[in-house]
């Protein structure tokens, strides 16, 4: 039998950890595959969807700048990507070559914090309002709809985007980004989905005063480079409880094992292979 191939496909690509973690835990598992990170710019997207079916390459993740601009590619589409908006994972039928897509950023990010904290809090605070973001409210939606969301944005359109296409399933306030100090410092659980305080720009926060954080908090920050945040620095400084967010990269690389071959991921192997990627870089 021959090597399956599976990859990711992102503009730029080479910061993703997915290829380091996915090709560890192939090894792992004893699983004849290679995980390939493609570079692909925006304007060659549909030719780089044919090119994975008549290579027959099973199955890709999609990372930024494609997520959203994909669903119009594909042949079918989850409910769960319909609606978040957006799709990071596809699989490829070898014998029609219709692809199908979905969305393992919702589940991978429900999990991430699903197992840290027992029961979730009740207000969760959201900076950010991009693609992110719409994955984890519609974690949110589906997993945690008693949740009452306060979300932080600079931008008012963007503030208004999620409450008609997610207020029918849960409650959401809308903040603007002036204001986030009293919403985190409101809030059971903090989530930072915006790329602030990201490598290279790793000295800075989204928050300026520490002082809005406090113990009894869950502070989660999606950024996984550095894997301690300024942010996370800040919320520790104030006993909250600290997420990095390489446990939700983990969690979403679970999901797609199990769409393209069914099987348990590793959980463990897949964070160590993760944090020495980022580590080394
Ligand atoms: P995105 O779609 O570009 O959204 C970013 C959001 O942050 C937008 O609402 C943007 O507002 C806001 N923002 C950016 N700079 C800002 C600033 N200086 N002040 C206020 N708001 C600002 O990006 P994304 O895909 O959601 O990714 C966000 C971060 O999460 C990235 O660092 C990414 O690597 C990380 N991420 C991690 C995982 C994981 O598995 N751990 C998964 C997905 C994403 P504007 O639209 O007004 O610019």
């Known amino acids: 039998m021959s090597t399956k191939v599976f990859g990711i496909l992102g503009w730029p690509i080479k910061q993703s950890a997915s290829p380091a973690m996915m090709t560890a835990t192939f090894r792992y598992l004893g699983i004849d595959a290679a995980y390939v990170p493609f570079p692909v710019q925006p304007s060659r997207l549909e030719a780089a969807l044919r090119g994975i079916v008549a290579l027959g ?26 609606l978040a908006g957006a799709v990071n994972l596809l699989r490829v039928d070898a014998t029609t070559g219709e692809i199908s897509a979905h969305n393992s950023d919702v589940i991978g990010w429900w999990k991430s914090i699903e197992s840290h904290m027992t029961p979730f809090g009740q207000t969760v605070t959201l900076l950010g309002a991009g693609g992110g973001a719409r994955g984890i409210v519609t974690g949110l939606a589906l997993y945690a709809p ?5 979300l932080v944005a600079r931008n008012i359109d963007q503030l208004h985007k999620f409450q008609s296409d997610f207020g029918n399933y849960l409650s959401i306030e809308p903040i603007i980004w002036d204001k986030r100090h009293d919403a985190v410092h409101a809030a059971d659980v903090v989530i930072n989905a915006t790329p602030i305080g990201m490598w290279p720009n790793d000295k800075v926060s989204p928050l300026e005063d520490p002082n809005c954080f406090r113990a009894g908090q869950v502070v989660q920050d999606i950024i996984y480079r550095p894997l301690r945040t300024r942010l996370l620095s800040q ?28 099987v348990e991921a590793p959980i463990d192997v897949m964070r160590q ?9």
């Open 57 to 82: 390459i099973q199955g890709v993740n999609v990372t930024i700048p494609h997520k959203q601009n994909v669903l119009a590619l594909v042949q079918e589409t989850s409910d769960v990507a319909k």
């Open 235 to 262: 919320a520790e400084s104030r006993g909250a409880v600290a997420l990095d967010g390489l446990w939700m990269l983990v969690y979403q690389g679970a999901v797609a094992l199990d769409y393209w071959l069914g």
């Open 273 to 281: 292979a993760a944090l020495e990627f980022v580590g080394a870089n």
């Open 146 to 150: 008693q949740s009452k969301v306060k």
